[in-house]
């Protein structure tokens, strides 16, 4: 068995290059090495409301006993432990024998970790929550509630993680003390990380461009068949078993058989294809909508990472504008981007600099969709051009349907992310590594950041497992 792609190390810096993850904020600052996500424990996600409070894993309030003639939506902090939101979401529809359309949720927490979010369920549902008993899922403080949560609602996430096995070395606490100032002056690339692609199998983006492209055939392969050398031995095998027989409905059914149910959309393309043979576009089409988007936007996100990197591949600062980027104004109260947006013309502008300086102000690019005008991203538009010729990629897959079917319309991004109320916690022998050495730090971000991003500065090539 060949494997379709093969990484040499099959390491987490290796991945994160295959999905435009190249530069760094802190080159010149060694890492300090060691592994993070080495137990769930060690990685522990806190939603933060739209009000700015931090939610707490053991929080609980008196519950209600019904829902008020004003209040639709049944609202309540989910725990889960080491399982992907999907997963979670996914049990607790089933286990409360409820759609999944009527629940929802701001934002995808990672899968190794221990992660409270505010959720949501359209009608009464306070005493089934009450009674709720599953494996790693809890529920806390259930709340009747006027509107749902909705995706994106919340302000950002708090963590608190560990790195561990970190090399005992003369220079360590000092390495740590110079990355934690870096970080805290200048932030670090604000790249969607891995779990946006896949983080054993990264290649959500591809399967993105291949729908934009209409070749859904190609599509449903790199979905379902195509084989990475960083996935497991035996989930390979019988990825190459299915792709030899993906056009033939009697033997993808026998194989079939075998694969893990636990990959729910590829299992539900698969069973499509055994009943309507080489209907591949029909496959797709019969995915949940919110699967689709997400596969979609990760091309985009591909595209804006890969914007990132070879800026800093060109010789341009990551954090300090020339001429033709782009500013924009940050909100007095999230800190998110506005649509007060300023073209840089070179030249020295007081009241801009000190906008950027109070970080009032970023540096942002594209995310690429139906309704962008490059025209509008003069710096951005130059690098853009240099990807899509590396790429081999059509301009015209921007005007694909499937843009405007899931309303992809574009939109920018900060280049650069600053972490919030950054602090080491502690810095202690490892009870798991003998001597080596493990460091805690707590941070917040705010939404759409990725604390992968953040921790890889500190590592740099260091692996998660």
């Known amino acids: 068995m060949d494997y379709d792609y093969v990484f040499k190390d099959n390491n987490e810096r ?10 760094y904020s802190t080159p010149n600052i060694e890492g300090i090495g060691g592994i993070y996500k080495n137990t769930y424990k060690d990685f522990i996600v806190k939603e933060i409301t739209q009000g700015g409070k931090i939610l707490e894993v053991n929080e609980d309030r008196e519950t209600p006993t019904y829902l008020s003639n004003r209040d639709q939506y049944t609202t309540f902090n989910l725990i889960k432990v080491n399982r992907t939101t ?8 089933k286990y409360l024998k409820i759609p999944q359309k009527i629940i929802s949720y701001s934002g995808l927490k990672d899968k190794c970790s221990i992660s409270v979010q505010k959720v949501s369920i359209r009608g009464d549902f306070i005493e089934e929550l009450k009674d709720v008993k599953m494996k790693d899922l809890f529920i806390r403080d259930i709340t009747p509630t006027k509107k749902r949560v909705r995706l994106g609602s919340n302000r950002g996430n708090n963590f608190t993680l560990i790195i561990r096995n970190i090399p005992n070395q003369d220079n360590l606490e000092q390495n740590i003390n110079q990355l934690l100032q870096k970080l805290k002056k200048n932030g670090f690339p604000n790249y969607f990380g891995l779990q946006r692609f896949g983080t054993y199998r990264p290649n959500s983006h591809l399967i993105g461009r291949y729908v934009l492209e209409g070749d859904y055939e190609r599509a449903i392969r790199e979905f379902v068949s195509t084989i990475y050398s960083s996935e497991s ?9 299915v792709g030899k027989v993906l056009d033939k409905s009697k033997k993808l059914r026998k194989v079939y058989k075998k694969f893990p149910k636990s ?4 299992c539900d393309l698969i069973e499509h294809l055994i009943t309507h043979p080489k209907d591949y576009k029909g496959a797709f089409e019969s995915l949940d909508k919110e699967i689709m988007n997400l596969i979609i936007n990760a091309f985009q996100s591909y595209l804006f990472n890969n914007l990132i990197s070879m800026r800093v591949q060109e010789g341009f600062p990551l954090f300090e504008p020339v001429e033709g980027d782009i500013i924009t104004i940050l909100d007095d109260t999230n800190g998110h981007e506005t649509n007060a947006v300023y073209e840089y013309d070179g030249k020295y502008d007081k009241y801009l600099k000190e906008a950027l300086k109070l970080k009032r102000a970023v540096i942002v690019a594209p995310i690429i969709g139906y309704n962008t005008d490059l025209d509008d991203f003069p710096l951005m538009k130059h690098l853009f051009e240099k990807i899509m010729k590396q790429e081999d990629i059509n301009p015209q897959i921007f005007d694909s349907k499937p843009l405007e079917r899931f309303n992809l319309r574009g939109t920018i991004r900060a ?16 009870e798991k590594y003998k001597l080596k050495k493990k460091l805690k730090i707590e941070f917040s971000l705010n939404k759409g950041t990725y604390a992968t991003m953040l921790i890889r500065e500190l590592v740099k090539d260091a692996n998660t497992h």
């Open 86 to 93: 999907f997963n979670a979401i996914r049990a607790l529809s």
């Open 233 to 241: 031995e035996d989930l390979s095998k019988i990825r190459y078993k």
């Open 415 to 430: 280049i650069q992310a600053f972490p919030i109320g950054l602090k080491r916690i502690e810095l202690n022998d490892d």
């Open 263 to 266: 990959l729910t959309y590829e």
């Open 14 to 23: 290796e991945l994160e290059r295959f999905v435009g993850i190249k530069a």
